[in-house]
């Protein structure tokens, strides 16, 4: 086999050191040709990036800010905007340079490639170090000044209580629908909304609109004007009226508006509050449903609410027939709670005396129509609406013929027994605490009145009560006690009605036994007797971590355990273990829509 010699290479001597070369354009050598040429010419070595401390979000050229974690692709993204000159090489390859996380200098190696001269490519490494400096965003600027908020949502509803505003706040919490409210306020008669943009507020009016019968009404106000640009700054205010109709109200409808629905009869149950009104005939089980829009062009007002209620005592129970979902119509007797007591004094041991009512008259048994024929058995305790005995202030209702004004209205089955107890409930709620005093609030006078108000609930706690964590209550002062009394029925409320546990999110209380029998979870209703005396009449069941009242039995009750005298109801709606949401933490404002059908 014939040896075939390479063909010649040519070589040069490099123009500046004399080294032999293979020929280019430039006669020089690699060593020779970065000397005399860089190609990081107009790249700066050194840079800055801006980062906001309180939202923890780099700056993104032109407006933006961006959450970037450590060494992550939009970290690195956001430190190539910030060089100049990239548009003029071909970026290789980046990557960063391990440096402590605490010495605010973040550093990046890039690999770039330019031509130089004709066919002559020259690729270099480099380094750049970028500072990190502390600033703040235009978002958190506005947080930390007073009275930039841009849009306001008040949200009002005539009613003497605030169990609709402690609801609602759940049902906000659980849709999201707080995380663009830069603060909440607390106001007479219900909240108010502030927001840095206007389109914020508009979304959570429309929120309210998805959930509620409401009425809306907006104004603007002029903050200044640029007559050069021609642009205008304004704040924006929204006014929302809730209905003030409520779950479990009597409702008395003016002749013309019955026909209108469907001829329902005048004297109808709220028994749910969505989009809209859902009315229901006790007597007949006739439903119609009343939309925001119907009810605010002929508004009308409840004839009695829930605080108007009273327990009565189920002595009868003969359902008629007809049904309507859960519904069950039947006649049933009642007399008032305690009409008849037991007595051992007789000579035939027990025996049930026939006693008289609060006032001093016999006591009655009052036959009704109810709707809570598959609730309610004789013995049952329920609450009710005693009209004979009532005071109604109503044209519509006086105007009803006598014969078709019953006695007594049924409502909702009540639970005495379980209502005694003072077991530390198993379950947590979020809350929407962040600014309770309104934006713009002096920080000494709000923390004077935070530390009031968390004597109040110390307060509340040591008397066995569940004092509100949200923003409903805030205001403290006289009306403190009332908003106690009415977050522990709204409390009540959800442990009763399952439809209403399913509109908002439960949370394990920090400590909370796994379930088992008799727990009030979701084990059993198994339960032991307690050695110590039955609770006080006035002992009522404690929000978490609140400790039972000191007077209400001589010997500790651990929780699922009865006194003795007590009767557990066994119909009771436990709380599920698998309704309650675990890793429980204080959700804030800044925290992560669509509506449903809501009791209020």
């Known amino acids: 086999m014939e040896f075939v010699a390479a063909p010649p290479v040519h070589r040069v001597l490099c123009a500046d050191c004399g080294t032999p070369i293979e020929p280019n354009s430039a006669n020089l050598c690699l060593a020779c040709l970065r000397n005399s040429v860089d190609i990081t010419e107009g790249i700066p070595k050194q ?20 959450i970037a974690a450590p060494e992550s692709r939009e970290l690195l993204a956001i430190c190539l905007k910030k060089l100049k000159g990239l548009n003029r090489v071909r970026l290789i390859d980046a990557g960063f340079i391990w440096t402590e996380p605490h010495s605010k200098r973040i550093k990046v190696k890039l690999t770039i490639q ?96 998805g959930v509620v019968p409401v009425r809306t009404k907006s104004s603007e106000q002029l903050l200044s004007t640029d007559t050069h640009s021609g642009t205008s700054s304004y704040k924006f205010t929204y006014s929302v009226e809730l209905a003030p109709i409520c779950k479990d109200d009597l409702v008395c409808l003016a002749p013309r508006q019955a026909r209108a629905l469907s001829n329902i009869a005048p004297l109808t149950l709220c028994t749910r509050v969505g989009a ?8 007949t089980l006739q439903s119609a449903d009343v939309a925001g829009g119907v009810f605010w062009r002929a508004p009308f007002e409840a004839l009695a609410s829930v605080a108007a209620l009273v327990e009565f005592t189920v002595l009868d129970v003969e359902p008629s027939g007809p049904t309507r979902g859960k519904w069950v119509l039947a006649d049933a007797q009642v007399a008032l709670n305690g009409a008849f007591r037991s007595s051992s004094n007789a000579p035939g041991g027990d025996s049930m005396d026939y006693g008289d009512d609060d006032a001093g008259a016999p006591a009655q048994i009052y036959h009704t129509r109810t709707h809570l024929g598959g609730i309610l058995q004789p013995g049952d305790a329920v609450l009710g609406y005693h009209l ?15 014969a078709r004004v019953p006695d007594v209205v ?37 923390g004077a009145r935070e530390g009031a108000r968390e004597g109040a609930r110390r307060g509340a706690a040591e008397k066995g009560q569940a004092a509100p964590a949200g923003v409903i209550g805030r205001m403290g002062g006289r009306d403190q006690k009332k ?35 008799g727990s009030g979870l979701a084990g059993g209703k198994t339960r032991r007797r307690g050695a110590g005396a039955g609770t006080g009449e006035g002992a009522m069941e404690v929000d978490e971590g609140a ?25 009771f709606p436990e709380v599920r273990l698998d309704e309650l949401l675990e890793d429980f933490d204080e959700m804030t404002l800044g925290g992560g829509g669509g509506g449903e059908d809501a009791p209020a």
């Open 388 to 402: 004979s005995a009532a005071n109604l202030n109503s044209d519509a209702f006086a105007a009803l013929p006598p």
């Open 47 to 66: 840079s800055t990036l801006s980062f906001c401390r309180n939202c923890e979000r780099f700056f993104a050229p032109p407006q933006t800010w961006t």
């Open 276 to 283: 809209a009104l859902h009315l229901l005939d006790p007597a």
């Open 547 to 571: 400790p039972a009242p000191a007077a209400a039995a001589p010997a500790p009750v651990e929780a699922g355990e009865e006194t003795d005298g007590e009767e557990e109801e066994g119909d």
């Open 114 to 209: 330019k031509e130089v001269f004709t066919s002559t490519i020259l690729q270099q490494v480099f380094q750049v170090e970028y500072l990190v400096q502390y600033t703040q965003c235009p978002d958190c600027a506005k947080l930390a000044a007073k009275n930039t908020w841009k849009a306001l949502v008040q949200v009002r509803q005539k009613v003497p209580h605030k169990r609709t505003f402690l609801f609602l706040e759940q049902l906000i919490l659980k849709h999201g629908a707080q995380k663009e409210t830069i603060a909440v306020k607390e106001v007479r008669d219900g909240l108010d909304f502030f927001y840095a943009q206007r389109s914020h507020a508009i979304r959570m009016v429309e929120f309210l609109a």
């Open 483 to 517: 908003v106690e009394e009415d977050y522990e029925l709204f409390l009540r409320d959800i442990e009763e009605d399952e439809e209403m546990r399913a509109a908002v999110n439960l949370y394990k209380a920090p400590g909370a036994p796994a379930a088992k029998a």
């Open 410 to 446: 049924l409502v909702r089955k009540a639970y005495p027994h379980r209502r005694k107890k003072t077991r530390a409930r198993q379950w947590r709620l979020k809350s929407m605490a962040k600014d309770g005093a309104g934006a713009g609030a002096d920080e000494g006078a709000e």
